[in-house]
């Protein structure tokens, strides 16, 4: 780095990868990893969407993690983004309920309206 403006870049290029906001053509999900989503098992949870991505191979998907989401009586919870439609919030995951999610939600479309918050 060589100059005020090349730092500049980069915090602009750094702010652009981070936000959620962007109009990303990739599918994003957020799992929350707050205290209260660690101790529910929110790590098991981020781990399964990750190998869910590898094992179908979702170059399209992007696996963030966030602090707590909010609710922490619905922990563990992950949260969808899918460009041209509304967040969708997953609440109470097991690793069985992330297969499905990817499934029905991130690939074909579908959301799993049944473990999401009511």
Request: with cysteine; proline share 2%; net charge neutral.
């Amino acid at each position: 780095m060589k100059s005020r403006a090349e730092l500049e870049e980069i915090r602009k290029k750094t702010l652009e990868s981070i936000n959620l906001r962007t109009d990303s053509d990739k599918t994003r999900v957020v799992v929350g990893m707050g205290t209260c989503g660690i101790a529910s098992g929110a790590r098991e949870i981020l781990l399964k969407f990750m190998s869910e991505k590898e094992k179908r191979q979702l170059d399209n998907v992007e696996i963030r993690q966030t602090g707590c989401i909010g609710v922490c009586m619905y922990e563990p919870m992950a949260e969808v983004y899918r460009k041209g439609e509304e967040k969708v919030t997953y609440v109470h995951l097991t690793p069985e309920i992330v297969e499905e999610i990817v499934t029905k939600h991130i690939v074909n479309g579908s959301v799993v309206r049944e473990h999401t918050i009511k």
